[in-house]
């Protein structure tokens, strides 16, 4: 299976930013019908965060809501999760999950989650 590969986690302090990037795929024609953002912290089960559909409509969790973004560059095939205000119980693993697809190459990375880039918020 080919997976989404996410990057840009990292160290912040508490009302600080960071910005995530979800690669969708390696083949850069393949389009997914959904691509979305979860997180799952240390003893807790994992949790959707975000997603954006290949219409461009957003949804978020209302944990995130007014502070975190989703949006998409297609011509990239990549996913970015903009996230502001960030608070110490925003500490997570983030994964990208990508969604369905029309195309039956391209369905070897549908549905896939990525290895997760760590989130990590002080107070």
């Known amino acids: 299976q080919v997976q989404p590969v996410e990057s840009g986690g990292g160290s912040v302090q508490a009302g600080g930013s960071l910005r995530l990037s979800c690669v969708a795929s390696?083949?850069?024609?393949?389009?997914?019908?959904?691509v979305s953002w979860f997180r799952q912290a240390p003893g807790k089960e994992r949790e959707f965060v975000s997603e954006?559909?290949?219409?461009?409509?957003?949804t978020y969790a209302d944990s995130v809501k007014g502070r975190f973004t989703i949006s998409q560059d297609v011509a990239k095939n990549t996913v970015y999760l903009q996230m502001n205000s960030l608070k110490p119980e925003d500490t997570a693993m983030y994964y990208c999950?990508?969604?369905?697809?029309?195309?039956?190459?391209?369905?070897?990375?549908?549905?896939?989650w990525g290895q997760g880039t760590q989130v990590t918020v002080s107070s």
């Open positions: 999950k990508t969604g369905p697809t029309y195309d039956n190459f391209c369905a070897i990375g549908s549905n896939a």
């Open positions: 390696r083949y850069s024609f393949c389009r997914y019908d959904m």
């Open positions: 954006i559909d290949s219409a461009g409509t957003t």
